[in-house]
């Protein structure tokens, strides 16, 4: 059943949305190896405006200056890819939730709910999380493909509506 609010505020929502992807990683240097940032960057311009692209080491002050410089550079809506997991290497959910306004906790909820439906009780160790930073929806989520499309299933067609209410 849907809501009756719900649904009035994607009416009223714009779907002149931009898009940053930033994949982090220690081991893709390129966009050919890049499998997960691209089929972000793929999905998302289907849709809306991909503003930018980049592959980051995983290194904190890299992921806080990237996702600032996309924030002024206006961009409504950032898509993060790697750097979830449980290595001492992983910092993207520390860094990411250490930066948000407010945390949008359904999503890391559903994705792990629909992560456990498709892989099973490997998804105890997912960290996917989002928030609003300065009026920008972050998402972050694991750098594997099928997580990916995962993840982009459950979000893409929210971006309007959670723009919408980050905006307000």
Known sequence: MKSETTEKHKKLSSTD??????????????????????????ETSKRYTLKSKIIIPDD??????????????????????????????????????????????????????????????????SRATAGVYKKTVIFSMPGSPNAVKTASNIIIDEFPHLVFHAKK
Not at 33 to 38: A, I, K
Not at 70 to 78: G, Q, S, T
Not at 87 to 113: A, N, P
């Open 60 to 125: 904190r002050e890299a992921l806080i200056k990237t996702i600032k410089e996309m924030v002024d550079e206006d961009i409504d809506v950032i898509l993060t890819t790697g750097g979830t997991g449980l290595d001492s290497r992983d910092i993207t959910v520390e860094t990411v939730e250490e930066l948000f306004d407010k945390k949008i906790e359904g999503f890391g909820e559903i994705f792990r709910h629909q992560s456990f439906l498709e892989i099973g009780s490997g998804a105890l160790i």
């Open 17 to 42: 949305i931009t898009c940053g992807v930033i994949t982090l990683s220690d081991s893709i240097t390129t966009n050919e190896d890049d499998l997960s940032g691209q089929y972000l960057a793929d």
